[in-house]
């Protein structure tokens, strides 16, 4: 039963280029969310997604930033004229159907994105 | 708004010692759950233990036991009998379980290291 899978684990850019992180969700879940980790800090809520629809962004970006979840295939957080601030570790978490209280976010390795 | 306190600094325990990682929160939520994750040096997120505010006894899973104190705010994690590999960031975080606000707030983190 394979985990939460991103990829790429490490991704280089150039400012003003486009970075474009996948992520695909334990088998059987249908929540994603994307969070980001400067360093030296916790990590940050950006965006819930379900299949197609987006549910709460209130922690992205207004600019540059977007996400989506299509009805097949993984979910992608593109992030348009990458600047240097943008470098940080994205983490991509799954949890299954919501059935309670107790529904834990499993999270994928993560991608290390470095813009020079 | 939801909010975690992690202030202690890096933190030591000698191999097969207990120690106590602490984490202080806020919340206006009725009902919410505490997490806490472990973060190794190769970076993913490792979910370890959960908390409802609502559960009457506290958590524990192997190992890891959560000291809850829901009149004070704390949710302290204890690790039992340290190994080495427990050398890692450790993150505290909570949601909300009302609602469809689904999103883990973090804290900063604590660096735990394991003396051999």
């Known amino acids: 039963n394979a985990g939460v899978m991103q990829n790429p684990r490490h991704l280089v850019r150039r400012r003003g280029q486009e970075a474009r992180l996948r992520c695909s969700p334990m088998?059987?879940?249908?929540?994603v969310y994307w969070y980001r980790q400067l360093p030296e800090e916790g990590l940050k809520f950006m965006v819930y997604?379900?299949?197609?629809?987006?549910?709460?962004e209130s922690g992205m970006p207004k600019e540059r930033f977007s996400a989506e979840f299509p009805k097949e295939g993984p979910s992608i957080l593109r992030i348009q004229q990458v600047v240097r601030g943008d470098s940080a570790a994205y983490f991509c978490?799954?949890?299954?159907?919501?059935?309670?209280?107790?529904?834990?976010?499993?999270f994928g390795p993560g991608t290390r994105l470095t813009v020079l | 708004a939801q909010k975690i306190t992690q202030t202690q600094p890096g933190m030591f325990v000698q191999e097969k010692e207990a120690v106590t990682l602490d984490c202080t929160y806020d919340?206006?939520?009725?009902?919410?759950?505490l997490f806490w994750y472990k973060q190794p040096s190769s970076g993913e997120m490792i979910f370890l233990i959960y908390?409802?505010?609502?559960?009457?006894q506290n958590a524990t899973e192997g190992r890891y036991s959560l000291n809850f104190q829901k009149a004070r705010k704390s949710a302290n994690l204890v690790i039992s009998a340290s190994q080495l590999g427990d050398s890692a960031m450790y993150f505290c975080?909570?949601?909300?379980?009302?609602?469809?606000?689904?999103?883990?707030?973090f804290g900063k983190g604590i660096t735990l290291s394991v003396r051999p």
């Open positions: 975080a909570m949601r909300p379980i009302t609602g469809a606000n689904s999103k883990l707030t």
């Open positions: 978490a799954s949890s299954p159907v919501v059935r309670g209280p107790t529904d834990t976010q499993y």
């Open positions: 088998k059987g879940h249908s929540h």
């Open positions: 919340t206006s939520d009725p009902s919410y759950g």
């Open positions: 908390q409802g505010s609502y559960d009457q």
């Open positions: 997604l379900q299949k197609e629809n987006i549910i709460d």
